[in-house]
Nanobody, 128 residues
Framework: QVQLEESGGGSVEPGGSLKLTCVAS?????????MAWFRQAPGKEREEVAT????????HDESVKGRFTISRADGAENTVYLQMNNLKVEDTAVYYC????????????????????WGQGIQVTVSA
């Protein structure tokens, strides 16, 4: 059973920084796999923030480019980070870690529906 656990959320003022961590367990495939961060603000749909493939190719939503960076831990393919700098009030949301099934062979799906595994979510609040 694949499990994803997020940590590192909290409350910051606009312009501040936070670093989220996601650790995956229960992965039986020894190959690296795609991992992603999504977020969902109150009253809005869940949206993709960033993804990182098995070969470390990254994708960032336009709304966070230049401010957020997704990365993998060195030597620990099951751990990904989301460094969030220059946070804005509109970044306030519950942030989720997600991963697709092994059939994607390390690639990252284009659509949210293809991500099967989800963490429980962690709150990020940006306010003055």
């Amino acid at each position: 059973q694949v499990q994803l656990e997020e940590s590192g959320g909290g409350s910051v003022e606009p312009g501040g920084s936070l670093k989220l961590t996601c650790v995956a367990s229960g992965i039986t495939d020894n190959n690296a796999f795609c991992m992603a961060w999504f977020r969902q603000a109150p009253g809005k749909e869940r949206e993709e923030v960033a993804t990182i493939s098995a070969n470390r190719r990254t994708r960032h939503d336009e709304s966070v480019k230049g401010r957020f960076t997704i990365s993998r831990a060195d030597g620990a393919e099951n751990t990904v980070y989301l460094q969030m700098n220059n946070l804005k009030v509109e970044d306030t949301a519950v942030y989720y870690c997600a991963a697709p099934t092994a059939e994607w062979a390390g690639r990252c799906p284009q659509f949210r529906s293809n991500f099967q595994y989800w963490g429980q979510g962690i709150q990020v609040t940006v306010s003055a």
